[in-house]
């Protein structure tokens, strides 16, 4: 669960060599001894979902998924694929996070829309406390059509607009938003910093929270109408480089 801050070589010999944040690295022609130091990120991936082995359980911790609708949501092709041609109030729902208190965070998920003129206010990955609407979510064209946007209860901490670009691709996306300490929110599309202010309101720390996948909030009816390869939280606040190599490695690989 950990993300690679630097891994050197031959640490404090005179002769090291940063390889950066890399996780494999191929010796050639090895003919003495060499040592290898790895530097991490403080914090930790905490939860992840990504459908491939045919099921909405949580890899990382135990917060398993359930999966609703009208019908029962597919997962195929390691996705997690919701409401196909019009909403049957199809979406997924986990445990609660037993024991863990989450304040600073990065929620990300790699999504397909299905119709980019969806009705607005779909959310791709969310947190909230059980049963309580109190909510942040990865939210697709509440406020603005086909603008991402961090969704809150109520708009509490969501600007009218935040700048961002109308989402014109039918490819898989990476979005990302960061939950810091000083009340800031940063939004990310493709590895990219996504808005120009999304900054309101103050910091919610969650405890034993549930996600919700396919939905802003457990009992909203706007679901998504999509594909969601993989959610991950982290609970710490990734920085824009960290976010550029998720982007750049994508999902299924730590």
Known sequence: GYLVADVVLDAGTGSETSLGAVTTYTFANVQTDHTITATFVPGFLTHRWSFNDGTANDLVGTAHGT???????????????????SDQNQYMKTSAFTGETLGVRTLVAWVTLSDLNQPGGAGVLGIHPAGVDNFDSIVYGERVAKQWMNGSDFFQRTVANNGGALETSAGEVMMAIVYDSDNSIKLYRNGVRYDTNANTGTLQTRTAPIAVLGRRHESTPEDLQGAINEARIYDY???????QALNNLGPDIL
């Open 67 to 85: 999966l609703f609708g009208n019908t029962t949501p597919a997962i195929t092709g390691g996705k997690l694929v919701l409401n196909s041609g």
């Open 237 to 243: 606040a990734l920085t824009a480089g960290e976010i």
